[in-house]
């Protein structure tokens, strides 16, 4: 059992007027003196949910690639206008219609975009694959990834006139893909850039396999003239990922690792520019908000917390009331009121943390949590083993 905590006070803190007075007086002279015509770099962001329309995209069990990359693409570019005062959004689609790949690329390049990402889900012909993958324009020799290449050009023999379009091109041979040697991606290092961020944050995050960063020859990377990437957020044919992919979790966590990346990657071009940097560092991150903070394992959604209290009473959730602790929720729980401290993806960590806050907490214990509501431990264990 967790320390009962009876004993927490409500505490009132009076500030005198003319504190008050000072800290508004603060806050008018600090907003009066970051103006808003500081030398922060505008940024265009396109945001391209892959496929739409009469073109479903890869099809899984029970669901269409085009219905993931949608609300995908939606959130991420909700997540970066939220946040990031200095990037605008533009979206090649924002519903279920049919765009052709060049029309994409044309309209990233028409709104002169600084950044265009286009989302996608994989597929692969043995179910037991998983994992995300992030591509950038390039040649290649190595096949898996000239298959998921031809996979996703294969798109344009649904358009009209594709012959014409695309310069006689024929997605499906690989003879084909030779045209594309004449290229040299410009903004290759900084399409990498991107690429590498989005995958560390699938990674660390949202605890996705990590396929890594690839090239290929896709035609909406060929023909955009900015930093690009095609991402590749997991296997609709793996049933799991596919189950991850169409729960609003699963959108929510692969959106805001499109978002930090996208947020990491500006931060660092407006730094070397020497760009004064926009308030996004201290503008809310999603994490605050939306329980990404420590993404939990995979479908299964496991986190280990350490539980600290349980109350007959429910207790407002404040530092004071926990003993200083400032990141404590509050379990659901059929009969008392439950009370947890940090969250991890692994029990060792967990274990770790409890340690740290055993002098204020001495009877602290680690349990497992999914949904807010508590496990049995060894249920979570074997799960997240199994994973
Ligand atoms: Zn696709």
Known sequence: MGTDINNGKLCTIHIPIYNTLIILLSLFILSASSPADAAVRNWVIVIDAGHGGRDPGALGSFSKEKDITLPIALKTGEYIEKNLSNVKVLYTRKTDVAVDIRDRAEFANKNKADLFI?????????????????????????????????????????????????????????????????????????????????????????????????????????????????????????????????????????????????????????????????????????????????????????????????????????????????DVIELKSDDRFKYATGKFNNYTEAVEHRKKIEGIFPDAFVIAVRDNKILPLQEALDKNKRN
């Open 118 to 326: 286009s989302i996608h889900v994989n597929w692969a012909k043995q179910k037991n694959i998983r994992g995300t993958e992030t591509f950038v324009m390039g040649l290649t020799k190595d096949e898996q990834n000239l298959e998921v290449a031809m996979k996703e050009n294969e798109v344009i023999l649904r358009e009209d006139d594709y012959t014409t379009k695309y310069e006689g091109f024929d997605p499906k041979s690989p003879e084909s893909y030779i045209m594309f040697s004449v290229m040299q991606n410009v903004y290759l290092s900084q399409s990498t850039d991107l690429a590498s961020r989005i995958q560390t944050q699938y990674k660390e995050r949202v605890n996705r396999v990590d396929r890594g960063v690839k090239q290929a020859a896709f035609w909406v990377l060929f023909m955009t003239t900015m930093p690009s990437v095609l991402t590749e957020s997991g296997f609709i044919t793996n049933l799991e990922e596919e189950k991850f992919l169409n729960s609003e979790q699963g959108q929510d966590y692969i959106a805001s690792a499109l978002y930090r990346a996208c947020r990491d990657y500006i931060n660092e071009m407006d730094k070397k520019s020497g760009v004064e940097l926009a308030d996004n560092t201290s503008s809310p991150a999603p994490d605050t908000e939306k329980p990404v903070k420590q993404p939990v394992s995979d479908a299964v959604d496991i986190a280990f917390m350490v539980q600290i209290a349980t109350s007959g009473s429910q207790k407002e959730i404040k530092p004071e009331n926990f003993r200083g602790l400032k």
